[in-house]
């Protein structure tokens, strides 16, 4: 049976200003439910990365929306470093629109091995959990589906761990892909 639990990082999930903020499970409720889920595991952008689609009983909104000429005016912009230590890269989102409730929650699942490289390089933050995978973010969407990764991220992942990444290199047609899509889309906050 796969073990998955909880990382520090993840706990953002659980913050105001997140894209995707869990609404009505705790931090536990959301891992249980991931154990119990008999759902497949999908392949992410590399080896170490999982998706665990779970169908959303919770109010948890969705964390993008399309960009239209009724809201471009709520488009903002800022750098933005997720956690002490990370390289602030240049972010879009929405402010003040209202999102359609998730129908799904994206679950992105890191390796154990994952974990454990890349918390040797922040060493501040607690221990990597005892597990086989460990959830690092929840995206609310509409469909079970992974949303292209936003260019930024990817430039962040490729900057290394170092520098808050994943150590993985730019895909370019992964990037092209992205490009085009969050061309057209923001996250919501």
């Excluded at 997140?18 to 999908?42: G, H, K, M, Y």
Aim: glycine share 6%.
């Amino acid at each position: 049976m796969t073990r998955i639990a909880l990382t520090d990082f993840a706990r953002r999930n659980w913050q105001d200003g997140a894209s995707t903020r869990i609404l009505d499970w705790s931090p536990d409720d959301l891992v249980a439910q991931c154990n119990a889920s008999d759902a497949p595991l999908t392949d992410g952008y590399a080896p170490f990365c999982k998706h665990l689609f779970l169908k959303n009983p919770t109010a948890t909104k969705a964390a993008f929306a399309p960009i239209t000429d009724d809201n471009r005016h709520a488009l903002r912009s800022g750098y933005v470093a997720r956690r002490d230590g990370e390289r602030a890269v240049l972010e879009r989102w929405f402010e003040g629109v209202k999102a359609p409730t998730a129908q799904w929650l994206d679950v992105i699942l890191y390796s154990h091995d994952q974990l454990v490289k890349e918390a040797a390089d922040f060493a501040e933050e607690q221990p990597v959990p005892q597990c086989d995978w460990g959830i690092v973010s929840i995206i609310g969407v509409l469909e079970p589906k992974e949303p292209p990764m936003p260019p930024i991220t990817q430039l962040r992942n490729a900057l290394g761990r170092e520098q808050g990444g994943s150590g993985v290199a730019i895909d370019p047609v992964a990037y092209d892909l992205a490009a085009a899509f969050w061309d057209t889309h923001a996250a919501i906050r």
